[in-house]
C-alpha cells in the first residue's frame, strides 16, 4: 500500500492512503543504518509503501519504502549539531512568519531560512503578522523589509492573523497546494492557520525550554487537509535555523543578488570577502545590494551559528 506521512512522532507515523484510510505505521529498522544522517529518516509530507500487520488485533503497518522527494526543508538537529531534522518534504510552498516585535524575528534568521530553503528548491512567501499592533514607526521597518525583500525576487504581504487582514490573500495562495508555516515560537503561526481554516483548531504548541548538556528536544510537524484544497503543514516555533550541508563557496548562489553578480566578479572562486574587483562588494558600496543581506552571508561562510539566534521559546 502507497500512503502519505501525515504525522510522526519519531518512532510511529500517521500514514493515509488515497482511499482516505489512516493507519499508524512503524519503520523497518534498516533505514536507520543506510547513511541517512537525519534525525528522522521519514518526514511529514513523505510518500511510503508499507505493508499491513495484525498484533494483538491491532491493524498497524510497516513501512518498507520511502518515494524519492522533490524537495526538502531541512535544519540542523537541536544539539546533535553533525544531525540534520528534516521537518517536512513534497512542499509547494512555505510561509514564513515574522514579527518586528513580540517576538523580534532577526534578519539572520529569515535569511538562513531561505538559503536553506532556495538550496532545496523550496518556494518562501515571507508573512509580515501582526502588523495591526504596530505603530508607524514599527510600520516603516515593516515596509522597509518588505522592500528589501521585493527586490530580490520574494512575495511579502503583511498580514493580521487577529484582525484578518490580508488572510483571504494568503488563502488563496495555498489553494490545492501543499504549505508549510514557520518562524519563531511565538510569531501567531497556530492563530493564522486557524484564521485561515477555523475547523482546525489547531492548539498551540509547547516548546521545550530544556537545553542541558545533552538533552535532545526534537521538532514535529504535522500535515491537516484544506476543506478548501490542499493540506497545511504545521510546524511547532524554532529558535535557531543551522544551515547544514553547504560548502562556502555555493552559499553565495543561495542568495538571489549575490548570484546574479556572480559572473562579473574578476575571479570566478571570488568569496566576495577581500577579493579585487568583486562586483558583490561594489553592489554593496553602491547601496545596490541590503547590508544586512550581505552579514548573513559572511556569517553564514564564516560558520557563526551562534550570534544569529534569540530565546523566544514561549508559547505562542
Same mark, same amino acid.
Given at each position: 500500500?502507497? *500512503?502519505? =506521512?501525515?504525522?510522526?512522532?519519531?518512532?510511529?507515523?500517521? &500514514? #493515509?492512503? %488515497?482511499?482516505?484510510?489512516?493507519?499508524?505505521?512503524?519503520i523497518k529498522g534498516k533505514f536507520r543504518i543506510?547513511?541517512?544522517?537525519?534525525?528522522?529518516?521519514?518526514?511529514?509530507?513523505?510518500?511510503?509503501?508499507?505493508?499491513?500487520?495484525?498484533?494483538?488485533?491491532?491493524?498497524?503497518?510497516?513501512?518498507?519504502?520511502?518515494?524519492?522527494?522533490?524537495?526538502?526543508?531541512?535544519?540542523?538537529? =537541536?544539539?546533535?549539531? #553533525? /544531525?540534520?531534522?528534516?521537518?517536512?518534504?513534497?512542499?509547494?510552498?512555505? $510561509?514564513?512568519?515574522?514579527?518586528?516585535? +513580540?517576538?523580534?524575528?532577526?534578519?539572520?534568521?529569515?535569511?538562513? $531560512?531561505?538559503?536553506?530553503?532556495?538550496?532545496?528548491?523550496? #518556494?518562501? &512567501?515571507?508573512? $509580515?503578522?501582526?502588523?495591526?499592533?504596530?505603530?508607524?514607526?514599527?510600520?516603516?521597518?515593516?515596509?522597509?523589509?518588505?522592500?528589501?525583500?521585493? /527586490?530580490? *525576487?520574494?512575495?511579502?504581504?503583511?498580514?493580521?492573523?487577529?484582525? *484578518?487582514?490580508?488572510?483571504?490573500? &494568503?488563502?488563496?495562495?495555498?489553494?490545492?497546494? =501543499?504549505?508549510?508555516?514557520? *518562524?519563531?515560537?511565538?510569531?501567531?503561526?497556530?492563530?493564522?492557520?486557524?484564521?485561515?481554516?477555523?475547523?482546525?483548531?489547531?492548539?498551540?504548541?509547547?516548546?521545550?525550554?530544556?537545553?542541558?548538556?545533552? /538533552?535532545?528536544?526534537?521538532?514535529?510537524?504535522?500535515?491537516?487537509?484544506?476543506?478548501?484544497?490542499? %493540506?497545511?503543514?504545521?510546524?511547532?516555533?524554532?529558535?535557531?535555523?543551522?544551515? =547544514?550541508?553547504?560548502?562556502?563557496?555555493?552559499?553565495?548562489?543561495?542568495?538571489? @543578488?549575490?548570484?546574479?553578480?556572480? /559572473?562579473?566578479?574578476?575571479?570566478?572562486?571570488?568569496?566576495?570577502? #577581500?577579493?579585487?574587483?568583486?562586483?558583490?562588494? @561594489?553592489?554593496?558600496?553602491?547601496? @545596490?545590494?541590503? $547590508?544586512?543581506?550581505?552579514?548573513?552571508?559572511?556569517?553564514?561562510?564564516?560558520?557563526?551559528? @551562534?550570534?544569529?539566534?534569540?530565546? +523566544?521559546?514561549?508559547?505562542?
Open positions: 500500500m502507497t *500512503g502519505l =506521512v501525515y504525522k510522526s512522532t519519531g518512532s510511529w507515523y500517521t &500514514v #493515509k492512503t %488515497q482511499l482516505g484510510e489512516t493507519y499508524d505505521c512503524r543506510k547513511g541517512i544522517k537525519s534525525t528522522n529518516p521519514i518526514a511529514v509530507g513523505d510518500y511510503v509503501d508499507f505493508e499491513l500487520e495484525t498484533k494483538n488485533n491491532q491493524v498497524s503497518g510497516v513501512i518498507h519504502k520511502i518515494h524519492d522527494r522533490k524537495n526538502y526543508i531541512v535544519r540542523k538537529s =537541536v544539539n546533535l549539531s #553533525k /544531525q540534520t531534522h528534516i521537518i517536512a518534504s513534497n512542499i509547494d510552498q512555505v $510561509f514564513l512568519m515574522i514579527t518586528i516585535n +513580540n517576538p523580534p524575528t532577526l534578519t539572520s534568521f529569515i535569511d538562513r $531560512f531561505l538559503v536553506t530553503a532556495e538550496a532545496y528548491s523550496v #518556494k518562501t &512567501v515571507l508573512l $509580515f503578522n501582526k502588523i495591526d499592533t504596530y505603530n508607524e514607526e514599527t510600520l516603516d521597518e515593516v515596509r522597509y523589509l518588505a522592500h528589501v525583500y521585493r /527586490q530580490i *525576487g520574494y512575495e511579502c504581504i503583511g498580514v493580521s492573523a487577529k484582525s *484578518g487582514k490580508n488572510v483571504d490573500k &494568503v488563502k488563496a495562495l495555498m489553494k490545492d497546494k =501543499v504549505s508549510m508555516f514557520s *518562524g519563531h515560537s511565538g510569531v501567531g503561526k497556530s492563530t493564522l492557520v486557524n484564521a485561515i481554516e477555523p475547523g482546525l483548531n489547531i492548539k498551540t504548541k509547547e516548546i521545550s525550554t530544556l537545553h542541558s548538556q545533552g /538533552q535532545h528536544t526534537t521538532t514535529f510537524a504535522e500535515m491537516f487537509d484544506l476543506s478548501f484544497g490542499g %493540506q497545511i503543514i504545521d510546524t511547532p516555533g524554532i529558535k535557531g535555523f543551522g544551515v =547544514v550541508d553547504m560548502e562556502k563557496e555555493e552559499v553565495g548562489d543561495y542568495f538571489p @543578488e549575490i548570484f546574479a553578480l556572480k /559572473q562579473d566578479c574578476k575571479f570566478n572562486n571570488c568569496l566576495h570577502v #577581500k577579493e579585487p574587483k568583486c562586483a558583490v562588494k @561594489e553592489a554593496l558600496d553602491n547601496d @545596490e545590494i541590503s $547590508f544586512s543581506r550581505y552579514r548573513s552571508y559572511l556569517q553564514i561562510i564564516e560558520g557563526d551559528e @551562534e550570534h544569529y539566534r534569540t530565546d +523566544n521559546w514561549e508559547k505562542e
